[in-house]
């Protein structure tokens, strides 16, 4: 059996498989609240939000921003990091900033390649 079959039928892949299925929901529900309670749709705040949604909170800003949408351009990811860097801490997980900032600054990540 080569590692991929053994990593299909592994117990660790079933367990994150049933992990990601009862916390999908969820986080998809709260990529929108912000530390501080200024999200939507519930005003949780800080450990309340799961830190998948916290993660997945910061992705979407920097993906909205920088990319066009019918009321208006895109407004470049610069803008899109400003955005995170000043949520930073207050708004947006610290660390999730840091992470996502290096990712674009070090030219590790970019939507192109995607």
Do not use: W
């Not at 912000?34 to 916290?54: C, F, H, K, M, T």
């Amino acid at each position: 059996m080569n590692f991929y079959a053994n990593f299909r039928d592994s117990d660790f892949l079933y367990t994150y498989k049933s992990h990601c299925r009862r916390k999908s929901p969820k986080m998809i529900l709260q990529h929108h609240e912000r530390l501080d309670g200024s999200g939507y749709p519930s005003g949780l705040v800080g450990d309340e939000i799961l830190l998948e949604a916290q993660i997945l909170a910061v992705a979407d800003v920097v993906e909205a921003a920088s990319s066009h949408r019918p009321y208006r351009p895109a407004q470049g990811i610069e803008k899109a990091l400003d955005i995170i860097k000043e949520g930073k801490g207050s708004k947006f997980n610290a660390e999730a900033v840091d992470i996502c900032v290096k990712l674009f600054e070090k030219k590790i990540f970019d939507f192109e390649t995607v």
